[in-house]
């Protein structure tokens, strides 16, 4: 399938390293956010949630970090593995009646076996 | 369970022509969302559909429309096409229709306009 991830920043990472991906958000009114991983001719794919009144969530191999006060998100993978390769993207909502996700720029992981 | 399906996976049509895009959902979820990925770009949002009623509209113009069906799936329209409407069309699920809820996004249609 076609790429996702033209022109987009990349990570390189060793397989067993951990990566990290960062993501910076804009509406201060968004309280929820959610990490995907988008694989070449697929949808994305969720990994992980959390909302704003935490800072910190972890899933299997994955922990996701909120500071509210910069407007960050970051993701965390432990122990890359190959099938970790892909384009992340993170998204941001807001109260406003509806569910609509802004996604942020994606990011491109290349796990290097 | 099956996920987000959507049809078809691909598309061709050429300008002025008229697309529709269909949706379902993961059982029990009454809530579908859709979105337009460009290459290289992440999802952008088009619409929000939750027990059959628009709850949610972006930024795009009203050759776009969508309904949303007794049985919750759903068909994205896209009149008078243009080439800028080349594009990965994605469907998304949720429970309800709240911003506190994962939504599940299918594999999407490439559409892609001659």
């Known amino acids: 399938g076609e790429s996702v991830g033209l022109h987009l920043p990349t990570l390189s990472v060793q397989e067993g390293d951990n990566s990290i991906i960062n993501c910076a958000y804009s509406?201060?009114?968004?309280?929820?956010f959610i990490w995907y991983k988008q694989e070449s001719g697929k949808g994305p794919q969720f990994i992980i949630d959390?909302?704003?009144?935490?800072d910190k969530r972890q899933g299997q191999r994955v922990t996701v970090l909120l500071n509210k006060t910069v407007k960050h998100l970051s993701l965390q993978i432990a122990a890359t593995q190959p099938g970790d390769s892909a384009v992340y993207f993170c998204?941001?909502?807001?109260?406003?009646?509806?569910?609509?996700?802004?996604f942020g720029k994606g990011n491109q992981v290349v796990v290097i076996p | 369970d099956a996920g987000v399906t959507q049809s078809p996976t691909h598309l061709i049509k050429t300008r002025g022509q008229q697309v529709t895009l269909r949706c379902s959902p993961i059982s029990g979820h009454k809530s579908v969302s859709w979105y337009q990925q460009v290459l290289g770009q992440g999802p952008q949002f088009i619409f929000q559909?939750?027990?059959?009623?628009?709850?949610g509209r972006g930024n795009f113009p009203d050759r776009f429309s969508a309904r949303q069906f007794p049985n919750y799936s759903s068909e994205l329209n896209v009149n008078a096409l243009l080439l800028g409407d080349s594009a990965l069309y994605l469907c998304?699920?949720?429970?309800?229709?709240?911003?506190?809820?994962?939504?599940?996004f299918g594999d999407g249609t490439r559409l892609s306009i001659l």
């Open positions: 959390i909302r704003s009144n935490m």
């Open positions: 998204a941001e909502s807001a109260s406003y009646g509806n569910n609509r996700l802004a």
């Open positions: 559909y939750y027990e059959k009623e628009e709850r």
């Open positions: 998304a699920s949720s429970l309800g229709q709240n911003s506190n809820q994962p939504q599940h």
């Open positions: 509406n201060s009114a968004s309280d929820y």
